[in-house]
């Protein structure tokens, strides 16, 4: 099961939910990729 879920706000790559799993990180309301999240302050 894979769900896409939204874009990252910062580089717009494609997020999915896979088997429940949430393939990135959600803040206020926005998505981001793994990548993306790490790199924040
Ligand atoms: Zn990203």
Redo the contacts with the bound molecule.
């Keep these: 099961m894979r769900e896409l879920v939204g874009?990252?706000?910062?580089?717009?790559?494609e997020?999915y939910c896979e088997n429940g799993f949430f393939d990135?990180e959600q803040k206020d309301g926005d998505l981001?990729?793994?990548?993306?999240?790490g790199?924040e302050d």
Aim: some cysteine; proline content about 0%; hydrophobic content about 25%.
């Design positions: 874009s990252c706000t910062v580089c717009g790559k997020i990135g981001y990729c793994h990548e993306c999240a790199l």
